[in-house]
């Protein structure tokens, strides 16, 4: 028993949540538990309940486990004798009784009573009668319950056995009532009995170790009195109420997971997006662009987020958008008004508006990333995004309306392969963020890119070709510098703009690009020619053939050999 008793306290030792135990033991079970306890050096670590019979016999537990079972309470319920058993066991012959063999071995082992021995019960002091007696009142009203449940059953199913149902009987047995030995007895709706009940607690005295009265109730006037100051924890006056919780209720986003114990749970954390199920013990992802409330009843709908007109982001794409713009279209009035002037001639008028037409473009598709996008925006920019670009690249190579022309049909075959649509998309789902944004994959926007840092390219190359060209051909070190620096920058900001996984973040991306882009080719290209125009005077025209004059001269006349003869007439 002592190795099984050991087995049994390491595994209460091990339910670190386990502080009240229920003993259903008798007395040589419950002194090797205490034992082991005791050996243990664990003598107050846990609250014992018991029943009656074991706290009445608690006083002979050896002394040195006393101090384990100090302050074990205990439901008592009273157990009155029957006068009359003792007339019907003094006038029984216990070594010829038939009916009841178990009486001779009984009274033999407990009182020496045999065939020989005569057995006087009245001669028994109350302290061997009584337990005997009290056992046989439980036993008696114990039976009386079933005699009072079947006289009840048996009428309905007209004494045919055949059709006994057990479950048809607890319910009659439940409606049972009848005044037994303990008292009246009848059942609540849980099933209990509702007789007294009597709470003891084992208090260790000066004395020695003494039940004590803490609580009584039930019985006809089904009321209960519990008086908690008498109860003294651990069997001392100066200890705290004990805290015993094996599991603790969940919080509203938690699932109970069933433990060992049948009555103890740990409670798991659902994910965010997640709710708890009806019986608490999974967790259910809510649906698509939905999320738990607060109160983690129900899932609601998440509000679409994007660019709007007064969000930080908004605000400065709006003022990016319209300085950009309001700075272009003043170098488009600048070379207008001096159209006619040698600078603005010599930088080719048509491409330069071009050029600068395409900035403007990329400027006011700024204003397309503030607001929720519609398929309609959506189009607008796809197209006005590479095709600005390739107006941009174009002018520099002056082949404007072939390059722009070929830059329109590989945009409008990505578009009928993946036409762009407003769609509303939820990033990641375990974030309440949904985003409505602009179906733009990876083919579709390299499609367009392609051509465009193709040219790119093309655009640099020429401008390395004519670095030494003739006659103060000098913007090829302008045009290198904003070719070069548009490679970088969309080498860095293309792959950020594709891997970006937020809505917010590609509009991040894209509009500094475009910006920077725009900056980059207005400093580079039209800066210079704008101080030029207001700051350095045009130099004169140069003095050539077709522009100098000759007054008062003869015609020039073809080269002659010997003044009469034409060279040719002098050819052999």
């Not at 007696?133 to 449940?149: C, E, N, Q």
């Not at 992802?285 to 908004?314: M, N, Q, Y």
């Amino acid at each position: 028993m002592a190795e099984t008793m050991a087995a049994v306290v390491d595994r209460l030792l091990n339910a670190t949540d386990l502080d009240v135990i229920v003993l259903l033991l008798s007395i040589p079970q419950a002194t090797t538990l205490f034992r082991e306890l005791q050996r243990r050096h664990t003598p107050r670590r846990f609250v014992w309940l018991g029943g009656g019979t074991f706290l009445a016999n608690v006083q002979s537990l050896p002394s040195d486990v006393r101090d384990v079972a100090a302050g074990l309470i205990s439901l008592f319920v009273p157990r009155p004798s029957i006068p009359h058993l003792f007339k019907f066991l003094r006038h029984r012959d216990h070594s010829t009784d038939a009916r009841n063999p178990w009486l001779a071995t009984y009274f033999e082992r407990r009182f020496g009573c045999n065939q020989s021995t005569a057995c006087d019960v009245t001669a028994w002091p109350p302290e061997q009668r009584q337990p005997l007696s009290a056992r046989a009142s439980f036993l008696h009203d114990a039976l009386m319950t079933f005699v009072h449940g079947l006289a009840a059953y048996l009428p309905t199913i007209g004494h045919t056995l055949s059709r006994f149902s057990s479950r048809d009987y607890l319910h009659a047995l439940q409606k049972v009532k009848f005044t037994g030995h303990v008292g009246p007895i009848e059942f609540d709706q849980h099933g209990d009995i509702a007789g007294p009940i009597t709470i003891l607690q084992g208090v260790r005295h000066v004395d020695g170790y003494r039940p004590t009265l803490i609580g009584a109730g039930g019985g006809a006037a089904k009321t209960f009195t519990f008086d908690d100051s008498s109860v003294r924890w651990f069997g001392e006056a100066d200890v705290a109420t004990p805290e015993a919780v094996c599991s603790r209720p969940c919080g509203p986003e938690y699932v109970a997971i069933q433990r060992e114990l049948a009555c103890c749970w740990h409670c798991h954390r659902c994910h965010d997006n997640e709710l708890p199920a009806a019986n608490r013990s999974t967790c259910v992802a809510c649906p698509e662009l939905t999320w738990p409330d607060a109160s983690r009843s129900r899932c609601e709908t998440i509000p679409p987020d994007f660019v709007r007109h007064d969000d930080k982001l908004g605000v400065a794409l709006s003022s990016t958008a319209a300085v950009g713009t309001a700075v272009t279209l003043a170098t488009v009035a600048v070379f207008i008004r001096n159209n006619g002037r040698r600078l603005v001639r010599s930088s080719c008028r048509e491409a330069s508006y071009v050029l600068l037409t395409g900035i403007v473009v990329n400027y006011l598709l700024l204003t397309l990333l503030v607001g929720q996008p519609t398929d309609a925006v959506c189009h607008v920019f796809r197209f006005g995004f590479h095709l600005a670009n390739t107006a941009i690249y174009a002018s520099i190579t002056i082949k404007i309306v072939a390059l722009v022309t070929v830059e329109g049909i590989v945009v409008a075959v990505s578009t009928v392969l993946e036409p762009p649509a407003a769609l509303t998309v939820m990033p990641s789902k375990t974030e309440p963020v949904v985003e409505v944004t602009c179906s733009e994959s990876v083919l579709s926007m390299c499609m367009g890119l392609a051509f465009n840092f193709a040219l790119i390219v093309g655009c640099a190359v020429l401008a390395f070709a004519s670095r030494k060209l003739p006659d103060g051909y000098n913007e090829s070190s302008q045009v290198s510098f904003c070719v070069l620096t548009s490679i970088i920058l969309w080498l860095v900001f293309v792959p950020s703009w594709l891997t970006s996984t937020s809505s917010s973040r590609r509009v991040v991306v894209i509009s500094i690009a475009i910006t920077l882009n725009g900056l980059v080719n207005l400093i580079g290209l039209f800066f210079p020619k704008l101080y030029a125009l207001y700051f350095i005077v045009d130099p004169p025209p140069r003095k050539t053939r077709e522009t100098i004059g000759l007054q008062g001269a003869a015609p020039r006349q073809p080269f002659l050999n010997n003044g009469d003869t034409d060279a040719s007439e002098q050819r052999p």
